[in-house]
Nanobody, 123 residues
Framework: QAQLVESGGGLVQAGGTLRLSCAAS??????MGWFRQFPGKEREFVAF????????YYADAVKGRFTISRDNARNTAYLQMNSLKPEDTAVYYC??????????????????WGQGAQVTVSS
């Protein structure tokens, strides 16, 4: 059974940077995704990476500011977040995708999830 452990969340001022890490146990040759959840809202797609590091896809709201990457030798995926905005404040989750195909935005395509990391951006 896979386990995903996130780290790197915190409080940052607008315009600042944070990097989230997602350490995985077990096999790492899976596509990975990052999602975020605002209070009272559904979890939403943020970024996707194929198992080798490509292709990558991003939500329009983060495109050009966030970068997803992975180091399979370390069993770790990352989400580099630059130029953070107060509206990026949310709990961020990494997840392992169990299916192939083009539905990488769908939560139901992912089977294991991290515990979540709070990211708070102050104005």
């Amino acid at each position: 059974q896979a386990q995903l452990v996130e780290s790197g969340g915190g409080l940052v001022q607008a315009g600042g940077t944070l990097r989230l890490s997602c350490a995985a146990s077990g096999r790492t040759f899976y596509a990975m995704g990052w999602f975020r959840q605002f209070p009272g809202k559904e979890r939403e797609f943020v970024a996707f990476s194929g198992w080798s590091g490509s292709p990558t896809y991003y939500a329009d709201a983060v495109k050009g500011r966030f970068t997803i990457s992975r180091d399979n030798a370390r069993n770790t995926a990352y989400l580099q977040m630059n130029s953070l905005k107060p509206e990026d404040t949310a709990v961020y989750y990494c997840a392992r995708r169990k299916f192939s195909g083009n539905n990488w935005r769908l939560k139901s395509d992912y089977d294991y999830w991290g515990q979540g990391a709070q990211v708070t951006v102050s104005s």
